[in-house]
Structure formats: C-alpha cells, structure tokens
T-cell receptor, first 114, second 114 residues
C-alpha cells in the first residue's frame, strides 16, 4: 500500500528564500494535515483540509505559511520568506474521513534554514 | 480549552521492566484518544485508540492503555519493554463538534537500556 509520500526528505534554504514542500496523501483519503514538529513545541498544526476545503490554517502561521490542495492527491506547503526559526521537521498526514479517526503520516521533510 | 499534556519529556527504563507513559487531557465531552509512536527518521504510527466501551484498550506490540474519565487520563502501559521500543510516543485527542482536528501532546521520548 502506498502511504503518505513527502518530498523532499531534506531541504536546506538560505534565510529569505521561498521553499515548497510536497505531499501526496493516501489514495482516497479526504482529510489532509500539515504539522510542524520541533522538540520544544511538539506537533503544531499548520493546516487542515477536508475534501480539499481549508478547515483551519493554523492561526499564528498564517503570514508566511501557505498550504494548498491542488487536487485530492497532491498538496503543497509554501514558506515565504524562510527564517532560521522555521528549521524543523514538517509532517504531512492524511485520514480517510473524520469518522475513521486514524492518521497516516509521511516520513517528513527536515528543513534547515541558514 | 481542549489540550493534551504529557508530563514526562523523557523516560528511561531497563529492558524487561514495566512501563507507564502518562497522558492527561482536557476536553468537555467524551474524546477520541490515541497513542502514536515515532521511530527515528519515520512518521508517526498508530499504537491504539479509544472512544467508548472497555476502558482498557489493546494495541500493537503488546501495548495497552487505560482510559479514566474521572482522572481525565489515558496512560500507556507495557508489561515488559524491549530495546526496540525506544522511540517517541505521542498522546492525541480528536476534537468533535464538526471540526475533528487532532491535537497532540508534546511527546515522551522513551529510552530502553539493554
């Protein structure tokens, strides 16, 4: 079974650059989530889509973070401009429906901003 | 406000010892509760989940968790740990009321000494 696929696995950016992270959810899943993971804060929700509609955009992350679902099988997370404090692991997860509660996670993209 | 608290950032045990990882939640209704595990350089994987019924739920790899409404807790337990159980464990709660987004605790890093 194809799980959640995230690319790239690692990304190195200079401060001020624009980066785009990609995610392919499990085929047929309706819900998609983007999380930022750090040791201090744990998992912070960036965006939540249901059937391609944005349900939540993560409040504090609005100004430089923008997630989109171009179609039901592909999502991107754009960070513009990047800052060193954005260095973290970015996780994408999908879920069949809200009645099927399990999330399937990708391996994540490790972002380093210099 | 709804929240999940894992009071122990790191737990160290010897192989063969019993284990309890603590999770407390704050939620006005009966929650969906989950435990996920994250092995190094991987995404999160579901260990077990609870919504109703028997407060003791069994999961993969001999893990179990006990729900306590009176204590607002959902502690993870294992009778005898193996070195391969070393990982980060996350407790999570799924909101209801039409939103259905998951909220995660900050995680507990488990180190099992051989």
């Amino acid at each position: 079974d194809a799980g959640v696929t995230q690319t790239p696995r690692h990304e190195v950016a200079e401060k001020g650059q624009t980066i785009i992270l990609k995610c392919e959810p499990v085929s047929g899943h309706n819900d998609l989530f983007w999380y930022r993971q750090t040791k201090i804060q744990g998992l912070e929700l960036l965006s939540y889509f249901r059937s391609k509609s944005l349900m939540e955009d993560g409040g504090a992350f609005k100004d430089r973070f923008k997630a989109e679902m171009l179609n039901s099988s592909f999502s991107t997370l754009k960070i513009q401009p990047t800052e060193p404090k954005d260095s973290a692991v970015y996780l994408c997860a999908s879920r069949l429906t809200d009645s099927n509660e399990r999330l399937f996670f990708g391996h994540g993209t490790k972002l380093s901003v210099l | 406000a709804q929240s999940v608290t894992q009071p122990d950032a790191r737990v160290t045990v010897s192989e063969g010892a019993s284990l309890q990882l603590r999770c407390k939640y704050s939620y006005s209704a009966t929650p969906y509760l989950f435990w996920y595990v994250q092995y190094p350089r991987q995404g999160l994987q579901l260990l077990l989940k609870y919504y109703s019924g028997d407060p003791v739920v069994q999961g993969v790899n001999s893990f179990e968790a006990e729900f306590s409404k009176s204590n607002s807790s959902f502690h993870l337990q294992k009778a005898s740990v193996h070195w391969s159980d070393s990982a980060v464990y996350f407790c999570a709660l799924r909101w209801g009321g039409g939103n259905y987004k998951p909220t995660f605790g900050k995680g507990t890093s488990l180190v099992v000494h051989p």
